[in-house]
C-alpha cells in the first residue's frame, strides 16, 4: 500500500519535499494532475534506485531518491514555481513497461496537494 507525504502551500522559489512509502522492490513514479489536466509524468526510480528519470519540465529543479532501506522515495522539489501546482501522486510497479506511462503502474497512493503561490 503507497502512502504519499509533504504536500502543502509554498511561495514560488520555496522548497517542498513529497515523500512515498513503498516496498523496495517496486519502481515508483511520480505523477502530478493539475485541474482540467491528465494526469502527468514527473519522476521514476527504478527498485535498485541506480536509475532516474525526470520529465524535462522539472529537471534541474526536482530530484527522485531512495532511502538506503529502499521503502522510501522522496521527490525534492526545489525553486517551486506556479505552475507545479498540482495534486502529487506516488504509483508503483514491478516491472513498469514504460515508466513515463501511469498505465504501466498497478498500485497507486493518495494524491498529496502541492500549492504555489507566486
Known amino acids: 500500500q503507497l502512502q504519499a507525504f509533504g504536500g502543502g502551500l509554498m511561495h514560488a522559489g520555496g522548497s517542498l519535499r513529497l515523500s512515498c512509502a513503498a516496498s523496495k522492490r517496486y519502481a515508483v513514479g511520480w505523477f502530478r494532475q493539475a485541474p482540467g489536466t491528465e494526469r502527468d509524468f514527473v519522476a521514476a526510480?527504478?527498485?535498485?534506485?541506480?536509475?532516474?528519470y525526470h520529465s524535462s519540465s522539472v529537471r534541474g529543479r526536482f530530484t527522485i531518491s531512495r532511502d538506503a532501506a529502499g521503502n522510501t522515495v522522496y521527490l525534492q522539489m526545489n525553486s517551486l514555481k506556479p505552475e507545479d501546482t498540482a495534486v502529487y501522486y506516488c504509483a508503483a510497479d514491478l516491472a513498469p513497461a514504460d515508466l513515463y506511462s501511469a498505465r504501466s503502474y498497478e498500485f497507486w497512493g493518495q494524491g498529496t496537494l502541492v500549492t504555489v503561490s507566486s
Open positions: 526510480i527504478t527498485w535498485r534506485g541506480g536509475n532516474r
